[in-house]
């Protein structure tokens, strides 16, 4: 069965770099979230959306910004990157269409490592 | 507000032994969905189970169990015989019905020696 699709799978950028992270949903899904692990930490919520509309906004920084395509990729921009900005990104899809939650499919994530 | 709270941090087992990983969740809502999600070292997301609101019947799935009690807003993990294969970090979750965002705990990290 297809997955949720996260590229790249590593990433190192240096400082004040910009980083794009890419994520692709389950076919179908309608809603696509993004996800931040620093080490040792539990996911934070950053941003999610719903039929390409941006529907929830969490802890996510000035400096990045998301959106989601006709194709219903996502992408996670982020620039003027900073060390504590090294975590591992999760996208995840699920469909809420109808009123519900059926559950959350996340990808594998980007490790991404500021130097 | 919601909130996910797991007490213990960190959980060290010896092969075979049962296990049990607390999780006590705050929400007002009355419709929310509850998950665990287990972290091994290579970092993916593995879901294990989703439990919404209106079904306290406890589950069983192998080894694993869980125990959904809303009188005290826990939901309990168990893993009887543990393996070292069960060595991981284990997050609980909880989200609402429409919202959809996941709130997750602070996560506990087994571990299984032989």
């Known amino acids: 069965a297809a997955g949720v699709i996260q590229s790249p799978r590593h990433l190192i950028k240096e400082k004040r770099e910009t980083a794009t992270l890419k994520c692709y949903p389950i076919?179908?899904?309608?809603?696509v979230y993004w996800y931040q692990q620093g080490p040792g930490q539990d996911p934070q919520f950053l941003i999610s959306?719903?039929?390409?509309?941006?529907?929830d906004k969490g802890s996510i920084p000035d400096r990045f910004s998301a959106q989601q395509f006709s194709d219903y990729h996502s992408e996670l921009n982020m620039s003027s990157l900073e060390l504590g900005d090294s975590a591992l990104y999760f996208c995840a899809s699920s469909l809420r269409r109808y009123g519900t939650n059926y559950g959350y499919t996340f990808g594998s994530g980007t490790r991404l490592t500021v130097v | 507000a919601q909130k996910v709270t797991q007490a213990q941090t960190e959980i060290s087992v010896v092969e075979k032994e049962d296990v049990t990983l607390d999780c006590v969740y705050e929400t007002r809502d009355t419709t929310y969905y509850l998950f665990w999600y287990k972290q091994p070292p290579s970092g993916e997301l593995v879901f294990l189970i989703r439990?919404?609101?209106?079904?306290?019947q406890n589950e069983i799935s192998g080894r694993y169990s869980w125990n959904f009690q809303k009188s005290t807003s826990s939901f309990n993990f168990t893993i009887t015989a543990s393996q070292v294969v069960d060595s991981a970090v284990y997050f609980c979750a909880l989200s609402e019905l429409q919202g959809g965002k996941l709130i997750f705990g602070q996560g506990t990290e087994l571990s299984v020696k032989p």
């Open positions: 076919p179908r899904h309608d809603t």
């Open positions: 439990r919404n609101s209106f079904d306290e």
């Open positions: 959306f719903y039929e390409k509309m941006q529907s």
